[in-house]
Nanobody, 123 residues
Framework: QVTLVESGGGLVQAGGSLRLSCAASQRTFSTNAMGWFRQAPGKEREFVAAITWSDGTTRYVDSVKGRFTISRDNAKNTVYLQMNSLKPEDTAIYYC????????????????WGQGTQVTVPS
């Protein structure tokens, strides 16, 4: 069992920055890929970014490339999502997630979810 605890959400003006953190209780072979998903009101949960514990391979959805950066600190079992140049359309609940294969990371393949943290960017 892996527990994920997010922090760092909040309200920020358009163009601003936030950093989300996700602390994992442990790292396992079946949870080598750590990701961030988000869900806006009335929309489905969508993939945002992911990284592997093993070698730091990263993957992003096109809409955040160049603005968001995912990183990890293996010593702290923590994954970060640095979000810059935030836009109103980035408003959502952001969920930390753990799964096996970074290239197959989607809602249906996630093994563990965090509780979510709200990010609000007013228009």
């Amino acid at each position: 069992q892996v527990t994920l605890v997010e922090s760092g959400g909040g309200l920020v003006q358009a163009g601003g920055s936030l950093r989300l953190s996700c602390a994992a209780s442990q790292r396992t072979f079946s949870t080598n890929a750590m990701g961030w998903f988000r869900q806006a009101p009335g929309k489905e949960r969508e993939f945002v970014a992911a990284i592997t514990w093993s070698d730091g391979t990263t993957r992003y959805v096109d809409s955040v490339k160049g603005r968001f950066t995912i990183s990890r600190d293996n010593a702290k079992n923590t994954v970060y999502l640095q979000m810059n140049s935030l836009k109103p359309e980035d408003t959502a609940i952001y969920y930390c997630a753990a799964g096996g294969n970074i290239f197959e990371l989607r809602v249906a393949t996630i093994r563990y979810w965090g509780q979510g943290t709200q990010v609000t960017v007013p228009s």
